[in-house]
Nanobody, 122 residues
């Protein structure tokens, strides 16, 4: 499984941005997909996860109500729509995947993309 994240950039606080992740895998719909982030000097943390069918999602408390994860199984992509951005959202964002039966929406991820950087200015 190869994952390619894109869409990061510089945004002012209160703004919006959408990240995208393209997966190179034959059976994308067999994978739970997630987004994680790592801020400078901090450990990587879970942001959002979505089930293989897209009918279940789970969010970290810090982004609930502001971020929305979605997927398009026909295009092998997963997106993270980020609204009401805050300076504390500044981080490198990673998309991740695991086979649907090998973990939960926030744990058990086996495959990782290279990351895309988001900077939110105050």
């Amino acid at each position: 499984v190869q994952l390619q994240a894109s869409g990061g950039g510089l945004v002012q606080a209160g703004g919006s941005l959408s990240l995208s992740c393209a997966a190179s895998v034959r059976t994308f719909s067999s994978y739970t997909m997630g987004w994680f982030r790592q801020a400078p000097g901090k450990e990587r943390e879970f942001v959002a996860g979505i089930s293989w069918s897209g009918d279940m999602t789970f969010y970290a408390d810090s982004v609930k109500g502001r971020f929305t994860i979605s997927r398009d199984n026909a295009k092998n992509t997963v997106a993270l729509q980020m609204n009401s951005l805050k300076p504390e959202d500044t981080a490198v964002y990673y998309c991740a995947a695991h086979l649907y039966y090998r973990g939960s929406l926030d744990k058990g991820y086996d495959y990782w993309g290279q990351g895309t950087e988001l900077t939110v200015s105050s």
